[in-house]
């Protein structure tokens, strides 16, 4: 739910349902790495409600689009993450093996 003004759509504040602090300090970090942002910030209104509210405040490009923008590029973050992280278990399956891996002591 975006909840700004129409006389200003380069600030707007965003309200995702169902979402913690692991979305919400993520997007507000690449938000802030975007150079059409001036502030970005985010707020957990309760700690029993399940609800980030983002703060965009830009340059003069719309918040939303600026907004979708940086979901874009969190979620090419993540693949990017889950890929590295795939081929790093691949390697390190290949190259020690899961039969070398105890979980018992050897005392």
């Known amino acids: 739910m975006e909840l700004g003004s129409a006389e200003n759509p380069s600030s707007s504040t965003f309200a995702f349902n169902d979402e913690d602090h692991t979305l919400g300090n ?5 938000l802030n ?3 059409r942002v001036e502030f970005c910030g985010y707020s957990i209104p309760h ?3 399940n609800r980030v509210n983002i703060r965009v ?5 719309p918040a939303k689009d600026v ?3 940086a979901l ?3 979620m090419v973050v993540c693949q990017q993450v889950r890929q590295t992280f795939g081929k790093s278990v691949v ?3 290949a190259t020690r093996g899961v039969k070398e891996m105890s979980t018992e002591s050897d005392s």
């Not at 993520?26 to 690449?30: A, D, E, F, W």
């Not at 405040?57 to 490009?61: A, F, K, R, S, V």
């Open 72 to 74: 874009q590029d969190l």
């Open 33 to 35: 790495h975007d150079p």
């Open 57 to 61: 405040q830009t340059t003069g490009d």
């Open 91 to 93: 390697t390190f399956n």
């Open 26 to 30: 993520s997007l507000r970090y690449v």
């Open 67 to 69: 907004l979708k923008d």
């Open 47 to 49: 700690p029993s409600d």
